[in-house]
C-alpha cells in the first residue's frame, strides 16, 4: 500500500484545511484508516481514524467537534476536514492503513497500522 496525504499550508488561527490522503496498492475499501500527527518536540498522536466503509470514525478528544474524517471509497482517498484551527493544531500530518484486519473498524493505536504516508506539514498562525 503506498500513501500520498496532500492539503498542508499556512493557515490563521480560526481558518480550516482540508487534508487528502490517496492510497493504492491493495483494495481500500477493505481497510480502515487513520491520521496522525506529530508537532516538534513531541511524540506522534492519534487524531482520528474511520473504518472500511466510512461507517465508523473516532477522534480524540483534543480535535473532537472541530475535525471531521471522511473517506471516498471509490476515489480510494480518505479526507480530513480541519475547521476553527489552532495554533496548537500545528503539526506534520500523517495519514495510515490498518490492512492487519479485513474490514477493520480503525483504531487509535499507531502500532495497529502497517502502512504510512510521508506527510504533510500544517502550520497555524496565531
Known amino acids: 500500500v503506498q500513501l500520498q496525504a496532500s492539503g498542508g499550508g499556512l493557515v490563521q488561527a480560526g481558518g480550516s484545511l482540508r487534508l487528502s490522503c490517496a492510497a493504492s496498492?491493495?483494495?481500500?475499501?477493505?481497510?480502515?484508516m487513520g491520521w496522525f500527527r506529530q508537532a516538534p518536540g513531541k511524540e506522534r498522536e492519534f487524531v482520528a481514524t474511520i473504518n472500511w466503509s466510512g461507517g465508523s470514525t473516532f477522534y480524540a478528544d483534543s480535535v473532537k467537534g472541530r475535525f471531521t474524517i471522511s473517506r471516498d471509497n471509490a476515489k480510494n482517498t480518505v479526507y480530513l476536514q480541519m475547521n476553527s484551527l489552532k495554533p496548537e493544531d500545528t503539526a506534520v500530518y500523517y495519514c495510515?492503513?490498518?490492512?492487519?484486519?479485513?474490514?477493520?473498524?480503525?483504531?487509535?493505536?499507531?502500532?495497529?497500522?502497517?502502512?504510512w504516508g510521508p506527510g504533510t506539514q500544517v502550520t497555524v498562525s496565531s
Open positions: 496498492g491493495r483494495t481500500f475499501s477493505s481497510y480502515a
Open positions: 495510515a492503513a490498518d490492512t492487519y484486519g479485513v474490514l477493520g473498524s480503525g483504531s487509535d493505536n499507531e502500532y495497529e497500522y502497517d502502512y
